[in-house]
């Protein structure tokens, strides 16, 4: 699959809550580095996250664009909450070997009511 075939397939999976899947598209030693959290290595660490992430809120990804360039896919996304950001996956030989994403994990504390940490 083109990176942007994967990005398109890995939104349906994550509109879903469906780690297994959403898992299935990383490479063993896979990259995830949302900027608002520590970067997690590795497949498990990555189902580690998401399991997290989906039990402390419902999240939803709508597609405003996905953006292809060479082994980049760029997603564009919003949130039914007016969350907005964008992430940037690189893809080789059909799995995500790196990803980062960009958005404002204090407005997504307070759209889901979840706690503020204290620095």
Not at 60 to 85: K, M, N, S, T
Request: hydrophobic share 40%.
């Amino acid at each position: 699959m083109e990176p942007k075939e994967v990005v398109q397939a890995w939104v349906e999976a994550f509109n879903k809550a469906d780690v297994d899947q959403i898992v299935s598209f990383y490479s063993d030693d896979a990259i995830n580095h949302q900027v608002a959290n520590d970067k997690v290595v590795g497949k498990e660490a990555i189902r580690a996250r998401f399991e997290e992430e989906f039990t402390s809120a419902e999240m939803v990804c709508i597609v405003e664009h996905i953006f292809q360039d060479g082994d980049w896919a760029i997603l564009e996304w919003r949130d039914p909450l007016g969350l907005r950001g964008c992430g940037f996956f690189q893809v080789q030989y059909g799995k995500i070997v790196f990803q980062r994403g960009y958005w404002d994990k204090l407005s997504f504390l307070k759209q889901h009511g979840l706690p503020i940490p204290q620095e």
